[in-house]
């Protein structure tokens, strides 16, 4: 069974940094793309980062392109979300997705691109 475990959500203050983690388990992330979505207090589930399954390519949301970085490390199935200089904007439940699929996403941001989903993390970001 496949299990996406996101983890380093919490609460901070305007400006502080996070780096989020998202560990894969059950199966390999070795040559399949991954990705971070948020979903904010009564709002829909929307696109942040995209990684290819090489890792060579990211896909950073125009908002947030400028603080946020996304990587992964296939040694130890874990993705990563780093975000710096947060905003009460950023609050939201962060989760990571993969795409269990050998093709790339016809669009990286698409939700329904990617294939599991793990529970999700909050970050708060208080002013």
């Known amino acids: 069974q496949v299990q996406l475990i996101e983890s380093g959500g919490g609460l901070v203050q305007t400006g502080e940094s996070l780096k989020l983690s998202c560990t894969v388990s059950?199966?390999?992330?070795?040559?399949?793309?991954l990705a971070w979505f948020r979903q904010a207090p009564g709002k829909e589930v929307k696109f942040v980062a995209a990684?290819?399954?090489?890792?060579?390519?990211?896909y950073i949301e125009a908002s947030v392109s400028d603080r946020f970085n996304i990587s992964r490390d296939n040694a130890r199935n874990t993705l990563y979300l780093e975000m710096n200089r947060l905003e009460p904007g950023d609050t939201a439940v962060y989760y990571c997705?993969?795409?269990?699929?050998?093709?790339?996403?016809?669009?990286?941001?698409?939700?329904?691109?990617?294939?599991?989903w793990g529970q999700g993390t909050q970050v708060t970001v208080s002013s």
């Open positions: 997705a993969a795409r269990f699929a050998r093709d790339p996403p016809t669009s990286w941001s698409g939700r329904a691109e990617y294939t599991a």
């Open positions: 990684i290819s399954s090489s890792g060579r390519d990211t």
């Open positions: 059950g199966r390999s992330v070795v040559g399949y793309a």
